[in-house]
């Protein structure tokens, strides 16, 4: 709009597309197809910028029954659109925060920092120094404490750009240099750690120049 002064403002957009990654996403479509699934009540999509390696989107839902599985809705998702749209964090809320005027308050909505979902059954604790130095460097770069043996990379918010820091960090830990295919084949803590490990079986013990081999792990 024109200021008084005959300067132009700009007001922002009346749509609520953003960019994530790369990719211009239209919020209101991700917040129409979780209200086709069956246990959504509402929902409300919005950007964490400070999120785990750079913007993340967040997804704030409103169930009819607070037992249904956060993994189902998900799921759900991944069969109605592209990976990129699919939000980091699915976060069960009682209501959707209102303004005094009826209007979404989303100043109100719940921080996520290093929350952890219940995403499986249970915690499952690592076992093993694979499967924990694994759970260990999700952690840190999901910014999570309590990251069990059974728990979904994805389901506890990662995305592509923080699997090339994760391979390089399991390179650099366990020796071992996974490919994009073996987290994606892959995303549960044992199971990848059980990847991880037929990989040492089938490299053999390394040879630290001395005639001698390096213990694996």
């Known amino acids: 709009r024109y200021r008084r002064d005959g300067n132009l403002e700009f007001l922002g957009r009346l749509d609520q597309q953003v960019k994530v990654r790369g990719h211009r996403i239209e919020l209101g479509e991700i917040e129409a197809a979780l209200g086709r699934h069956p246990e959504i009540a509402d929902a ?3 950007v964490d910028e400070e999120g785990p390696g ?3 989107l967040i997804a704030y839902v409103v169930l009819h029954d607070a037992t249904a599985d956060i993994s189902d809705i998900r799921h759900f998702l991944r069969d109605v659109m592209p990976s990129y749209m699919i939000p980091s964090l699915i ?3 009682a209501e959707v925060p209102l303004s005094s ?3 979404l308050d989303r100043s109100r909505l719940p921080s996520v920092e290093g929350i952890r979902l219940d995403v499986t059954a249970g915690y499952v604790a690592p076992e093993g120094e694979v499967q924990e130095a694994v759970a260990e460097i999700w952690a840190d770069l ?4 309590g990251v069990g043996a059974r ?3 994805f389901e506890l918010g990662g ?3 923080l699997i090339i820091n994760m391979i390089w960090q399991i390179k650099q830990r366990l020796g071992v240099e996974l490919a994009f295919a ?3 084949e892959s995303p549960v803590i044992a199971d990848l750690a059980e990847r991880i490990e037929e990989l040492l079986t089938d490299q053999g013990p390394e040879d630290d120049g001395d005639g001698e081999s390096a213990p694996s792990v």
């Open 44 to 46: 409300v999509v919005t």
């Open 54 to 56: 750079g913007a993340r």
């Open 91 to 93: 976060v069960p809320i």
């Open 101 to 103: 005027s009826g209007k």
């Open 142 to 145: 999901l910014g999570l404490s």
């Open 151 to 153: 728990d979904d990379f």
């Open 159 to 161: 995305h592509s750009m």
């Open 182 to 184: 073996d987290i994606f």
